[in-house]
């Protein structure tokens, strides 16, 4: 069977749709995983959905009068003077002004309930871990439990999780996109990002932002165990690796660039080598906690960073 102009038409148009929609099938964004990252989505979704009430319209208008006020139509009334009307005065100003309003009030209450520095409200304890930006891996520093990895962490859901971020090569961006907000990590500063896992499973983490020829493989594995049990036994699993980052050596060959790094596990790490990576860009204060948790003040004398605790 022929088919008509017509019919061929809608029949490319149905293929290209198919095609483009294969490229959402892992759209992370909007399967989030975390208590943050279900908030983003929502909002997403939310100004998506008021900005297109008014780019919806435009785009319908733009096609509906190009067909009946083409120029083989002679039926339609020419108003070639036609200058103003107050109804669609009120319509063009009105509806961008509150909607306007209303992204602006949304996003002024989100600023501060999504603030990345702000603590997540649980009852179960967080864990902190300390991240580097390194050329081109991530290290991550369990400073609780004394061990390092590189391109994996570990955590237990329902568990908030508060990452202190550096970098000690480029300014990079941490991103766990199903988990929440992505943060920048900057050298000789410390910037924060808390997030949480409601069910377990393995995220992908990324790093979102560029950083040279090796930033496509800055790829690391983002696990959340299903209880405590499980993410002591992943600590335990750590602390048997016959590496370590106990001197400043051992961390300087980590530190060298490489590419498409695999997980590495370091059974034990310098104390406040997080500390020491800032220290090297030379900032003016840092307080720097010491094994018994005090905190020690250090001066620009000492070439040290400032650190907000």
């Given amino acids: 069977m022929k088919l008509s102009s017509k019919q061929t038409k809608w029949s490319l148009v149905l293929i290209c749709a198919t095609f483009l929609l294969s490229g959402c099938e892992n759209a992370v964004l909007l399967n989030p995983k975390g208590q943050i990252g279900m908030a983003e989505r929502d909002l997403i979704l939310i100004a998506t ?121 480029v300014m990079n961006s941490f991103f766990i996109p199903q988990l929440g907000s992505q943060v920048y990590a900057m050298a000789g500063m410390q910037t924060k990002l808390h997030l949480i896992a409601d069910e377990p499973g393995t995220y992908k983490g990324i790093s979102a932002s560029y950083s040279g020829s090796g930033f496509s493989g800055m790829k690391f594995n983002a696990i959340a165990t299903p209880d405590e049990a499980s993410f002591a036994d992943w600590v335990a699993k750590v602390k048997q690796s016959p590496d370590s980052l106990n001197t400043m050596d051992a961390y300087n060959q980590v530190a060298i660039p490489s590419k498409y790094d695999k997980p590495k596990y370091f059974s034990s790490v310098v104390p406040n080598l997080f500390y020491d990576i800032m220290a090297k860009f030379g900032s003016p204060h840092m307080h720097k906690p010491d094994m018994q948790g005090h905190s020690t003040h250090i001066s620009h004398n000492e070439s040290s960073v400032a650190i907000t605790e």
């Fill in 49 to 169: 959905g008021l900005m297109l009430l008014v780019v919806i319209p435009v785009i319908i208008m733009a096609i509906v009068f190009a067909r009946k006020y083409r120029e083989s139509n002679v039926k339609e009334k020419y108003s070639p003077n036609w200058a103003h009307s107050n109804k669609i005065e009120m319509v063009v100003w009105g509806i961008p002004v509150i909607i306007i309003l209303i992204l602006g009030t949304i996003t002024w209450k989100t600023t501060h309930s999504l603030d990345p520095y702000r603590p997540l409200e649980h009852e179960n304890k967080p864990i902190t871990i300390q991240v580097v930006s390194l050329d081109w891996k991530w290290l991550f520093i369990y400073p609780e439990q004394g061990i390092a990895t590189v391109n994996e962490i570990a955590f237990p859901q329902n568990t908030p999780v508060e990452f202190k971020i550096t970098s000690d090569t």
